[in-house]
């Protein structure tokens, strides 16, 4: 099945997917993210709540207690 996915969307699954491989997967912390996304924290959040819900990405831990942002191959 297709999912259907915005702009902003595929614009942070690439941010995503550049990052450094954590748990075998790319993944990018919040402020690494927002590094590159030329929107507003609250849009960040908005968007990785919705690639969460669509299971795109999901959420995990750094070791320092961050949340790290995966692809979800």
Do not use: C, R, W
């Not at 924290?41 to 669509?54: F, H």
């Amino acid at each position: 099945m297709k999912i259907s996915t915005t702009e902003l969307e595929l614009k942070v699954l690439k941010i995503i997917s550049f990052g450094d491989d954590y748990d075998e997967t790319p993944a990018q912390g919040f402020k690494e993210i927002m590094n590159y996304f030329k929107g507003t924290k609250s849009q960040l959040k908005g968007v990785l709540g919705s690639l969460e819900k669509k299971e795109l990405i999901y959420i995990g831990e750094y070791p320092n207690g961050s949340s790290s942002y995966h692809l979800n191959n």
